[in-house]
T-cell receptor, first 113, second 112 residues
Framework: DAGVIQSPRHEVTEMGQEVTLRCKPISGHNSLFWYRQTMMRGLELLIYFNNNVPIDDSGMPEDRFSAKMPNASFSTLKIQPSEPRDSAVYFC???????????FGSGTQLSVL | SQQGEEDPQALSIQEGENATMNCSYKTSINNLQWYRQNSGRGLVHLILIRSNEREKHSGRLRVTLDTSKKSSSLLITASRAADTASYFCATYDTGTASKLTFGTGTRLQVTL
């Protein structure tokens, strides 16, 4: 089992550019979560999907953020336009059952200059 | 916002000693989980305790849950340098279907 795969591992971009983060969940998992981690705010849940359907996106900071899950094996988190305050580590996680443990990817370290 | 608050924020012990971390939360929960995060890495699930359980063991880990006090503790016995990491509690509350909310974390340093 390859685990949750995120790409890229690191992303450095300039303010105003579009950023796309990618996630491949563990095969067979039906729930997918996007978290953001910063020193100031800790781990924040941005959005989660169940069976490819967005269930709760109340954690998405603003309209500049969007997430999609076109199929069970792929999800994207897009920031357009990016701002320096978006700099953080973004984690994707998946789960096979409701309210059970999450499996995390290695994260994407995003730096917006 | 953070559901759980870990205490202490940082803990430094010597190898072989026991480490105890505490977590307090605010709402009624379905279950509480503990995760470990090594520097620069993703989180790894350690143990899950359900709201009707009071204590659970896994190897050198012992977790307790007191729902009346809305608190949990994680005990790592006979710590090793490899246990150096940040530890987070996380809760699924009874109100939201699948929203796992993390605490602020405890940074554990185990020295030789």
């Amino acid at each position: 089992d390859a685990g949750v795969i995120q790409s890229p591992r690191h992303e450095v971009t300039e303010m105003g550019q579009e950023v796309t983060l990618r996630c491949k969940p563990i095969s067979g998992h039906n729930s997918l979560f996007w978290y953001r981690q910063t020193m100031m705010r800790g781990l924040e849940l941005l959005i989660y999907f169940n069976n490819n359907v967005p269930i709760d996106d109340s954690g998405m900071p603003e309209d500049r953020f969007s997430a999609k899950m076109p199929n069970a094996s792929f999800s994207t988190l897009k920031i357009q336009p990016s701002e320096p305050r978006d700099s953080a580590v973004y984690f994707c996680a998946s789960s096979s059952q409701t309210r059970e443990k999450l499996f995390f990817g290695s994260g994407t370290q995003l730096s917006v200059l | 916002s953070q559901q759980g608050e870990e205490d202490p924020q940082a803990l430094s012990i010597q190898e072989g000693e026991n480490a105890t971390m505490n977590c307090s939360y605010k709402t009624s929960i379905n279950n509480l989980q503990w995760y470990r995060q090594n520097s620069g890495r993703g989180l790894v699930h350690l143990i899950l305790i359900r709201s009707n359980e009071r204590e659970k063991h896994s190897g050198r880990l012992r977790v307790t849950l007191d729902t009346s006090k809305k608190s949990s503790s994680l005990l790592i016995t006979a710590s090793r340098a490899a246990d150096t990491a940040s530890y987070f509690c996380a809760t699924y509350d009874t109100g939201t279907a699948s929203k796992l909310t993390f605490g602020t974390g405890t940074r554990l340093q185990v020295t030789l």
